[in-house]
């Protein structure tokens, strides 16, 4: 979409015609009339929250539009609405609003005008936020052409979100020949441009940015933010929209009979969402695991971050009181427990993804193979390196080690986080009491390893002494001849726990110098020892505890 919006006489001109069409829009008694767009993730229901906690006592009517056949931004903005007034108004509209859900979009504003024309309503405004998928020109025009809307409500202005951060590849992607690049035509219809979440980008990427949005539209204010934080009176009753330049961006704005916004057929959204009718719910039912979940996105944020633009959702974690929401955008994820759960209301969990390409079977399978079940429970346990009974020892300090034995896996008790789930719970030697770990990881529990091994009967080679000498660090040999470590003990160490167990194990006998556990390590494995991955799964949210923890 080639657009820009330009003027015949410098800036001045438009700031002319916005101060004439503010006097005006000041004597004129309809009701403003916000439109939020902005690409996926952009930031509008931020915005639009914080919007609702700075406008105490305003009776604002909100218009809420998914993408997906499922609502998750309405309940985050239900809360700050009640803040806004005394009567809760939102609709929902699930489609694109610029195209299969217009003639909704039409019936909700109309009942809106009937409800102030029969003295039972009375609005200080009206903030429709679009999904990131939509063109914007099409809901201006609803305000434009429709009589009933035009008599009660007048477009006040288009307020687009930009995403510092992303952006750039949205307006650079290249798309089929009549088909709408929305993120060009969001920049470009836009009345303010709030260039937001500046602070995942560089000085010289925002002066980059932005001279790109002046590009498209020479004509919008450009405000710089970070979290959607600006002023409310930049964004409601701002007076900006003018036809004039619109149809400039758009000149088949008042064309009734133009024809629909035509979007990438690839960019769809799965919903999956446990409250949905049976017949048409994908996934099952029941609360979901918080660790499995969150493996589960981070696969998807590693794997599948480019083509995914996407996910929000609010989901029902086991063991835990409040929700639990996340949202991300591409690789960008961030999750945290919200408010409680209602004492009456269903805990079903709700997610969509919108990308390119997306396959809701196999997304629903990995959704249910997240929930709590026994079965599920059981196959997580199946995969952690101990098994009850095994030996193991723990780290109870932060130098100290303590045997024990593991007594249980999966381990849950009301003294937790909620959420988690500990992988271990574990006896410790001469009744010291019964434990958990936090991880299936050796910073927290290791296997182990006696001191002697049959194998060293049969060696010959050098000692320990001799080894270390040999490197210059012959100064430490004590600490391991003290212990009765031989070649073959360190040696099977490093192959059945990897050089960070090996590392941390040398700084315990007293080997400061990072240098020096490098070299030892390097001359006790021969050269031929790999090094040991670590264990999280991006996306993960860890636990503060790297400690095992006692269940007194």
Known sequence: METALATTAGHDRPRLAQARARDMADSDPRVPATVLTGFLGSGKTTLLNHILTETHGKKIAIIENEFGDTAIDDALVQKNSKYASDEEIIEVLNGCICCTVRSDLVNILRKLGQRIADGDLRLDGIVIETTGMADPAPVAQTFLVDEQVKSFARLDGIVTLVDAKHIEQHLDEKKAEGVVNEAQAQVAFADRLLLNKTDLVTASDLDRIEARLRAINIVAPVMRCSQSQVSVGSVLNIHGFDLARALKASPELLNVDAPKTKHDGTVTSVSLDQSAPRHLRLVKKGMLDLQMVQAWIG???????????????????????????????????????????????????????????????????????????????????????????????????????????????????????????????????????????????????????????????????????????????EQHAAAFEDQEYTIPVMQDFIEQFGRESLDQALQKLGVASADDRRKMADVFAGGTAGTEEAPEAKGEKQHDHDHAVSLA
């Open 299 to 473: 696969e998807i944020l590693q794997a599948e971050g480019g083509d995914m633009f996407r996910m929000k959702g609010i989901i029902a974690i086991a063991h835990a009181e409040e929700r639990y929401v996340y949202h991300s955008v591409h690789m960008l994820f961030s999750g945290n427990y919200d408010e409680p759960w209602g004492s009456d209301e269903p805990r079903d969990s709700r997610m969509v993804f919108i990308g390119r390409n997306l396959n809701a079977k196999a997304l629903a399978a990995r959704f249910n193979a997240c929930l709590a079940t026994p079965e599920n429970m059981a196959a997580k346990g199946a995969k952690y390196r101990f098994a009850v009974g095994d030996r193991v020892e723990c780290r109870t300090g932060a130098t100290e080690w303590t045997p024990g034995t593991i007594y249980a896996l999966n381990y849950r008790d009301d003294q937790m986080p909620q959420g988690m789930v500990a992988p271990y719970q574990i006896e410790l030697d001469d009744d010291e009491g019964l434990i958990w770990a936090p991880k299936d990881h050796d910073s927290v529990i290791r296997m182990i390893v006696e001191d002697g091994d049959d194998e060293d009967d049969d060696y010959d080679g050098p000692s320990i002494r001799e080894v270390l000498r040999g490197v210059g660090l």
